[in-house]
């Protein structure tokens, strides 16, 4: 007997909260899900695995949980797995430029980091 796949909860557009979104963007694992899904469009959660191969899927499904309940994403079920959409229309109405700005400089963030403790 199969299990049915369930529907996840998502928020709707006028209850996402820009802290909730802020937080969720925060994580450099988790912007570097979000980056993928805007480069690539949507996942399954396995090819979100192949992000960071070494992530245990515990680690994961937290990361995705967080970007999905602050309305960053949509996670549905699709046959057997599960599809990770980015809501751009959705984080654009309602703070519009956010996402360009912020997937706009995260590498930007990454060279900073590496460019640390070097000396001239």
Same mark, same amino acid.
């Given at each position: 007997?199969?299990?049915?796949?369930?529907?996840l909860?998502h928020?709707?557009a006028h209850?996402? %909260?820009?802290?909730?979104?802020?937080?969720?963007?925060?994580?450099?694992?988790?912007?570097?899900?979000?980056r993928?899904?805007a480069?690539?469009g949507?996942?399954?959660?396995?090819q979100c695995?192949?992000?960071?191969?070494?992530?245990p899927?515990?680690?994961?499904s937290? %990361?995705?949980?967080?970007l999905?309940?602050?309305g960053?994403?949509?996670?549905v079920p699709?046959?057997r797995?599960?599809t990770?959409?980015?809501?751009?229309d959705?984080l654009?109405?309602?703070?519009?430029?956010l996402?360009?700005?912020?997937?706009?400089?995260?590498?930007?963030?990454?060279?900073?980091?590496?460019?640390?403790?070097q000396?001239?």
């Amino acid at each position: 007997m199969m299990a049915a796949t369930r529907m996840l909860p998502h928020p709707d557009a006028h209850d996402v %909260h820009l802290t909730d979104v802020l937080f969720a963007l925060s994580d450099p694992a988790r912007l570097d899900l979000v980056r993928l899904i805007a480069q690539d469009g949507p996942q399954t959660v396995a090819q979100c695995q192949g992000l960071e191969p070494g992530t245990p899927k515990s680690t994961l499904s937290h %990361h995705l949980k967080t970007l999905r309940e602050a309305g960053v994403v949509r996670n549905v079920p699709s046959g057997r797995q599960r599809t990770i959409s980015l809501r751009r229309d959705d984080l654009d109405g309602r703070f519009p430029g956010l996402l360009d700005a912020v997937l706009g400089t995260a590498g930007d963030a990454d060279l900073a980091d590496s460019g640390r403790g070097q000396q001239s």
